[in-house]
Each structure stands twice: as C-alpha cells, then as structure tokens.
C-alpha cells in the first residue's frame, strides 16, 4: 500500500471532502496562500478558490464563531486553530455556543463544526506554543474530540468528522505531521467516531495511549517483547465518544494497566479513564493503575530540559516492570 | 460618507417608506404586546412567584425591536440576546410559546431547556439564535451572513446586542471580520446606557459606540433615537437597503435607556432618579400610541379594543403554560448530539 504522511492525510481527507461536498469551507490563519502553518491545507486554496478556503485575521474567538454561523446554516465549516494554545481565546465560543446549540434549541439547531488544531509538544516552542489538554474537552456535553495517532486513522477520523452533524475538536499532533508515514489505502474508507483501536495485542498488560504516545508504547511494547512481555496497545482514537469496552475487555484479558499521554498527570486524560476503569472494572485488576504522563509543570523552553518533561517509551518500560512487579 | 444621524419619520414621508394604516397599527400592536407581556412578567416573578430565574426586561427596548424588525421581511434572520423577550415577540413568535419557555415547559420556544435568555430561537420564524453571553452572537452573525452571501441568498441578518457587548473582544474581532469578509449583517447596538450597574459613560473609552464602530472598522453607521419606532424604522429601512444592496454590513446604535433594572430583581437603585424620570418621559410604547392617535392612524376605541385582546392573549398564554408538561428528564440525553455515538 502507498505511504502517506500524517499532514498529507489530513489534507487527502479535507480535498476529497471538498470535491465531494460543495458545503465544506475551510477557513483560519494563514490557511490559505501559505498553506496553514504545518502546510496542511497546502494547493486548496488554488483548487478551491478564496471563497472556500478563507484566511482569517487573527481572531479566534471570532474564526469559532464564524463557523458556527456557518455550521447552523447548513455549511460544514473546518475552521483551523493554528496551535491548541490559543484555543481559549476560542473557548467561550465551542463550550456556551458550538457544543450546547443543538440542546438548547431543543433540537432545532445542528453545529456540524469541525475545528482542526495541533499540539506543537516536543519542537521546543515554550510553555504557550506546546501545551496539550484534551481532558477540558472531554469535560463538555456536546462536543466530539478525535485524536488520531497515524495516517491511516488521520484521513479516516476527519472523513467521519465531516460527515457527522455535531460538533468535533479534532486535535492533531505536530510532531507526525511530516515525520511520521504510514500505510493509507486510495480507496475510500472511514473510520467510526467511539471505537478503539487495537495497535498492538498482547496478554500481559495493557497500555492505552494517546496521540504521540501511541508510538512510544509501541517502542516500549517491541522492546519489551524482546524480555518476553506480551504488551496490547490501544488507541481510543477519539475521547468523547469513548469506547470504554474495548479497554474493559483488554484489562479482564492483562489484568494490568498503564496510561499514557502527553497531556499533564493532573485531572488529565488518563485520570478519567483511570476512573472509568476503577469504577466499571477494578475486579479485573491485578495491580494498581499506573499513569504516564507530563509532569505538572508549564513546558520549559530548553531542548535538554523539554526532552525531561516528555515521557518516552523508557518510561513506559519503566512503569511496566514495575506493574508486572519486576521492579 | 459619514456617521449618518437618523431623524423620526414624518408623516408624509409613510408611503414612501411602505408604512401603510395597516403597518403602522401592526406595529403599534407589537409595541403594546411587548410592554403588556413584560409588565406580566414582571408580576408572574415578583408578585405572584410563579417564576424564578434570570429574566431581563426590555422596558425601553420595544421601539428598537418593533422599528428595526418590522423592517426586516419575514424572512430575513435575527439573532438575539439576553434580554430577548420583545425580538422574540416582534418577530412574530406565538406569546404563548414565549411564556411557555419562560416557564421551562415542553411547549416553549427552546422546549423549556433555555429559559428567558435564549426565548427568541424558532427557526421557522428566521428567529436563529439568541446568547446570553454578552455579543458573543457577533462572530456567529458574521457566520451567518457569509453563508447567505456564498449561497446567493437575498436574506439578510440583523443582531442585536447592547452597549456592554461593545467592550468585548468578540465585537471588535466579529466587526473587523465582518467588514473585511463583507458580510450581509446589521448590527444593532441598543445602546440603553447600562452594563449591568455600570453606565457606557465610564465603561466606554471611545468617544461614541458609532466612532468606534465607524473609524475603527469601516462601517456604515447609523445613529438614532431607540425610544423612537418610527425612527428606528427609518435607520433600519436605509442600512437594510444598503447591506442588501451593496452586499456589506452596516451598523446602527439605538440611543435609547434601560427603563428599569438589568433583572427583573435589579431595582437600578445605582442610577440618579432624575435620570430615570427624564428617560420615561420618552417612553416609547405612549409615545407612539399618543402619535398614532394624534395623526388618526387609529381610534381611542381601537387602541381599547387592541389591549383588551393583548391582555387576553397573554392570560391564555400562562394558562397554556401552567397547563404544559416539562420535557422528559431522561430524554435530554438525546438532545445532546444530533447523532447517535
């Protein structure tokens, strides 16, 4: 099968979208001409004109805003926040408009927005261009958030994101954008909202990770195959919906899990799902959950230190010895 | 061009305008059905008690809802605020529907879920949105208008927001946007003098709301008398033909006074009374009747025969509310996404 990157397609699935459906506009910061920032939206301007494909002032709350305009009239907007740290300037708009809209109305109003952003983690962009929390999205009825980890996820999520009719935070990762290649068939598939992938199956513990840190589980997994550890992976691939069963199914099978993801330990990501595990699965557990997770600390500029503040499949091997109680 | 300040309609200048007998008494009946249902309201929260929550009244907003929504066409689109209940009302949205949401129950506007703040939403009335978060509606209008223009629709909208939503950023980030993408909107500001406590004297460091909105954007503004409908009419009739036409936005501010608190619960005990006293004296819903008997566009016995139904229709219309269910809690969860996940 061909090889695409993770950028690539993203933009195979925003053209192909398109061409398809004259409702689909894209819109954001330098989107346009430029390309978008990591180049993702790169030639869409020159094959759909400036009318589809529109650069913004800078001006989140009102690029938001906007799409929702467009989005209750029936348009399905893909509007693009250059870097999730600026998505609070947005955020009053997708928590009280976007996510609430259809409920609200009771009924009458569909938000099928999409907003595309990126977490720049790892590129030693400082405490205000890295930072990634996903959990504050999780925390609001109304609105989808997808993460995918590959390519091949990449293209089918946002396909399914822009065909649904409610809103989606669609969070990429900066760091695969051109580094990571990765098996995406020509023909059309899609991938379904709420349902979990499995990258990697194995019998001894589970690790379920998130974005970046589904390729350093998978590092940690290979190494540890070598040990004769038998690690499943999984990807939710999106957080809300959630497949919380694929991950009870796993744990009644590892008896063992471990959390992974770059966003902070604190009221993060891997604390709801370590919740979820504990309040519908604890019976299944054979060791205490562990989290691997960015420390609580804003992300420190400098390269040596950023590198301390990540987590990385060494962590990973880590916390799993110490679950299997080899440490 | 310039800020164009906007004089009241005289009276041989009606036909030109399409203000017909007919219309005018329309009209008139909105205002009176506005300030009738408002002072119930006001009576269902703090006499009887048959209501809790927010509710802000527009007492002082009737001619700026009436003027500029009547001349709108009944399918053009507004998007409203906060204090909504006269939008909802002028564009024709059932006063029993109305009450309902007030009430929270299954029959009102939002099926009872959103309350005072968000009355004004019925989409077969082209009424789209109404926030109650301060001119957060702005960017969504600009939204909106983007839409219609690329579909080559002729409709235009028209949102309404008040003088505190003038401070925040979504209004200056929705007007740059609107300005430079050239969308079909109207805004309008009602500028009835208060944030809350807080008078646009000390919480605007601009010259004027207009000024701001003029220089700082480039777009076309109208100034005029709020507690003035004919006035409003007129502001309105000219920016629609202008954004209509020229495919851009335009901008009016509504010079106009809060008659009473920022809630039904706010006794405005923090402005000069004096101040109130004078602003009633303008009050829009007599000086229009007054005007419209004056010029013979309508009897004494009619405008009887007009309140009398108006106060009819609204008694039906809480007794419709007290007799409506609730929405059914556990099917709020569908409610939540248009799909199933």
């Known amino acids: ?327 | 061009m310039s800020i164009i300040k906007i004089e009241t309609l005289k009276k041989e200048e009606y036909d030109s305008y399409g203000l017909s007998k007919e219309k005018l008494k329309g009209m008139l009946k909105k205002i009176l059905l506005i300030r009738y249902f408002e002072e119930k309201v006001e009576e269902l929260f703090l006499v009887k008690g048959l209501l809790i929550g927010p509710a802000h009244l527009c007492f002082g907003g009737e001619a700026s809802a009436v003027g500029i929504i009547s001349a709108l066409n009944e399918e053009d689109i507004i998007l409203s605020n906060h204090r909504g209940h006269g939008h909802a009302l002028a564009k024709g949205i059932p006063p029993k529907n109305v009450m309902a949401e007030l009430f929270g129950k299954i029959t009102g506007t939002c099926k009872g879920l959103s309350g005072s703040m968000h009355v004004c939403i019925d989409i077969n009335k082209g009424a789209l949105y109404s926030s109650a978060i301060v001119a957060s509606n702005i960017p969504i209008a600009v939204g909106v208008g983007y839409a219609l223009k690329i579909m080559n629709d002729n409709r235009i909208v028209a949102c309404f927001f008040g003088d505190g939503g003038t401070n925040t950023g979504a209004f200056h980030e929705g007007l740059n946007m609107a300005s430079i993408l050239k969308v079909p909107v109207i805004f309008v500001c009602e500028n009835n003098q208060y944030g809350m406590s807080i008078p646009i004297s000390y919480a605007l460091a601009a010259k004027s709301i207009a000024e701001r909105v003029y220089y700082g954007y480039g777009i076309k503004t109208y100034v005029v008398d709020g507690m003035d409908v004919l006035a409003t009419y007129k502001a309105a009739k000219l920016a629609i033909e202008y954004t209509r036409k020229e495919k851009k936005p335009s901008f009016i501010e509504a010079i106009m006074y809060r008659l009473k608190g920022h809630g039904v619960y706010d006794k405005a005990e923090y402005r000069p009374k004096e101040e109130a006293e004078e602003w009633w004296e303008k009050d829009p819903v007599k000086l229009f009747s007054e005007r419209m008997i004056n010029e013979n566009i309508i009897s004494e016995k009619e405008l009887k025969e007009i309140n009398e139904n108006i106060k009819k229709e609204i008694e039906e219309a809480i007794d419709f509310s007290l007799r409506s269910d609730i929405f059914p809690f556990d099917e709020l969860y569908k409610l939540v996404y248009s799909g199933e996940y």
């Not at chain 1, 059309?188 to 990770?209: M, N, Q, S």
């Not at chain 1, 999984?234 to 770059?262: H, Q």
């Not at chain 1, 880590?318 to 679950?323: G, W």
Request: net charge negative; glycine share 8%; charged share 25%.
């Open chain 1, 1 to 327: 099968m061909r090889e695409l990157s993770y950028a690539e397609a993203l933009r195979e699935a925003i053209r192909e979208e398109m061409l398809k459906n004259p409702k689909v506009i894209i819109f954001g910061e330098d989107i346009g001409k430029y390309g978008g920032a990591y180049k993702v939206t790169k030639g869409l301007l020159e094959e759909f004109g400036p009318e589809r494909v529109i650069d913004t002032p800078i001006s989140e709350a009102a690029i938001v805003g906007f799409g929702i305009g467009l989005a209750i009239m029936g348009f399905k907007p893909i509007a693009e926040i250059m870097y999730m740290d600026f998505i609070p300037i947005a955020i009053e708009q997708i928590l009280n408009h976007a996510a609430k809209m259809h409920f609200m109305s009771g009924g009458q109003l569909k938000v099928p927005l999409i907003i595309r952003t990126q977490y720049s983690l790892g590129r030693a962009h400082g405490s205000q261009h890295s930072q990634f929390f996903p959990s504050w999205f999780m925390n609001i009825p109304g609105l989808l958030v997808a993460l995918p980890s590959t390519p091949y996820d990449a293209k089918g999520l946002l396909k399914t994101a822009i065909r649904l009719e409610d809103p989606v935070l669609f969070i990429e990762c900066c760091l695969l954008y051109h580094r990571l290649k990765g098996p995406v068939p020509e023909e059309e598939y899609t991938i379904p909202f709420g349902k979990a992938d499995i990258k990697r199956e194995g019998k001894d513990l589970t690790i379920v990770a998130i974005s970046r840190m589904v390729h350093e589980a998978l590092i940690a997994a290979e190494k540890l195959s070598e040990e004769g550890i038998n690690v499943e992976v999984i990807d939710p691939r999106t957080l809300n919906p959630f497949d919380k069963e694929t991950i009870i199914n796993s744990v009644k099978k590892t008896g063992r899990l471990i959390i992974a993801s770059d966003d902070h330990k604190r009221a993060g990501v891997s604390s709801e799902i370590a919740a979820i595990i504990a309040e519908e699965a604890i019976d299944y557990l054979d060791a205490p959950i562990i989290r691997v997770c960015s420390p609580d600390i804003p992300i420190p500029f400098s390269p040596q230190l950023e590198k301390k503040f990540m987590r990385s499949n060494e962590d990973i091997i880590f916390a799993a010895k110490k679950i299997l109680g080899e440490i």
